[in-house]
């Protein structure tokens, strides 16, 4: 009798160690399957910004407004960014991109552009060259609530815009994953 008490006790303490185990399994792969944190609006300090010439031909010209995350960053744009002009007052922007454009991420030195066009076939004095591009960052406040300024204004590096009546349009595209193209 003494050797079946035995024998149950160790038999007991296996079933509870099992369950035991199995509760710390479940746990952990329940705390594995849970969703990682998700990506937040950037802000103006996880990225930098450049203007890209993207050529020029047959009266058009296209450039880019190009947006590269900085090492270890990790935030997303909208698909559909405000963009203007500083200066060049008779000179309009269009944005062309939908309303409902998917959002880009920007990943750890990944860039995402937004494509401009616009033409340069009128006379000189009806052209006018803008002085910046600026754009505002999805987000005014890092993770911890510090308030970052959202506005980023790039200096103008990319010739002159028609400004006549007729033609005096800059077409602004969606927000688009890789590097813009160039000439």
């Known amino acids: 009798m003494t050797t079946r008490k035995t024998i149950s006790r160790v038999l007991a303490a296996f079933a509870v160690a099992g369950v035991a185990t199995a509760a710390t ?8 399957a849970a969703p990682a944190s998700t990506v937040q609006p950037c802000t103006s300090n996880q990225f930098t910004t450049t203007l890209v010439d993207g050529g020029a031909g047959a009266g058009n010209h296209y450039g880019a407004v190009q947006f590269t995350a900085n090492q270890g960053e990790r935030c997303y744009l909208p698909g559909n960014l405000a963009v203007d002009l500083v200066g060049a007052h008779n000179v309009l922007v269009n944005n062309t991109a939908a309303a409902d454009a998917p959002s880009v991420a920007l990943v750890d ?7 401009l066009h616009w033409t ?6 009806q052209q006018q060259t803008p002085n910046a591009v600026s754009v505002v960052a999805p987000s005014d406040s890092n993770q911890h609530g510090d308030y970052l300024n959202p506005n980023i204004t790039v200096d103008w590096n990319l ?3 028609d400004a006549s009546a007729d033609n005096h349009t800059i077409d602004v595209g969606a927000v688009t994953q890789g590097l813009a193209p160039t000439v």
């Open 25 to 32: 399994a479940l746990a952990a792969g329940t705390a594995s």
């Open 109 to 115: 030195g990944s860039s995402a552009y937004v494509p």
């Open 120 to 125: 340069e076939i009128e006379s000189y004095d």
């Open 159 to 161: 010739g002159v815009v």
